[in-house]
């Protein structure tokens, strides 16, 4: 299985928007969530839409006041997304030029590739394409995969280096106490626990708390952590889960950075 500790090796920084910071500077830092989505001429109304900058801003204080995190806001640039549309893709439909083209970018830059997978389908492809592409796995996020709860899947893609993100705590439709947390302890408990990044992917208004009644950014903070100690996790496991793993995968080699890579 691939480990961190291999990218350790080599000096790496994490690219934000306030500038480069060593993945240990980052603190705590929640995998993938989206703080800015806006409307997109010719787009179709009804997709997920945050563009209230003063709720937007506020919130990310009291995350950062909360634990002084970092997130990762996986919404692509330009994008404006319709979720209706994202729904009703498949694998099959996605331009083989440009996945190609991801593959290629990150074997130059040594930027990992984060994959938006649909409730966990087509993972073990999508890996098999990468990898005949040259990629490594341990190149590779795959987002979601807790809605695809099935644990021998998640340890094989773990133990193949691959990096699955969890993020439907507070998905209610998902059944959250049935399938991540059981899922979850079950990879700890496997010893794949550097695998395994935490998020809440709040895309939609009403799950943040300055917008809506949700448990928003904060969250992350105040509630889901206190269930991994909760739960007994080791607290160097909880690092890993909820900020190591995933900014020492994102993590540029420092000389990338430097090039502006």
Avoid at 194 to 199: D, E, G, H, K, T
Avoid at 210 to 218: A, I
């Amino acid at each position: 299985m691939a480990s961190l500790s291999v990218l350790s090796d080599t000096p790496r920084e994490l690219i934000t928007v306030t500038g480069s910071v060593k993945p240990a500077e980052a603190g705590i830092t929640d995998a993938h969530s989206h703080v800015w989505i806006a409307p997109v001429p010719g787009v179709s109304t009804g997709g997920p839409v945050l563009d209230d900058r003063s709720a937007i801003a506020a919130e990310l204080v009291d995350y950062r006041q909360a634990g002084r995190g970092t997130v990762i806001d996986c919404q692509p640039g330009g994008c404006g997304r319709d979720g209706r549309v994202l729904c009703e893709e498949e694998f099959g439909n996605s331009p083989m030029a440009l996945i190609e083209a991801a593959a290629m970018a990150s074997l130059q830059t040594g930027a990992a590739v984060g994959v938006h997978t649909e409730k966990g389908a087509n993972a073990e492809r999508i890996i098999s394409l990468l990898m005949d592409f040259g990629l490594r796995a341990d190149r590779v996020v795959l987002c979601h995969m807790d809605k695809r709860p099935d644990f021998g899947l998640h340890c094989t893609l773990a133990q193949e280096g691959v990096m699955l993100a969890y993020d439907t705590f507070y998905r209610p439709k998902y059944r959250p106490e049935e399938n991540v947390w059981p899922l979850l302890t079950r990879m700890v408990g496997g010893g794949l626990d550097r695998q395994v990044s935490l998020a809440t992917d709040i895309a939609e208004a009403k799950m943040w708390s300055r917008m809506g009644n949700g448990p928003g950014l904060p969250g992350f903070i105040t509630q889901i952590i206190p269930r991994l100690e909760a739960l007994g996790f080791e607290p160097d496991t909880i690092r890993r889960l909820v900020g190591e793993n995933i900014t020492c995968c994102l993590a540029l080699p420092k000389d990338s950075v430097s090039r502006g890579a």
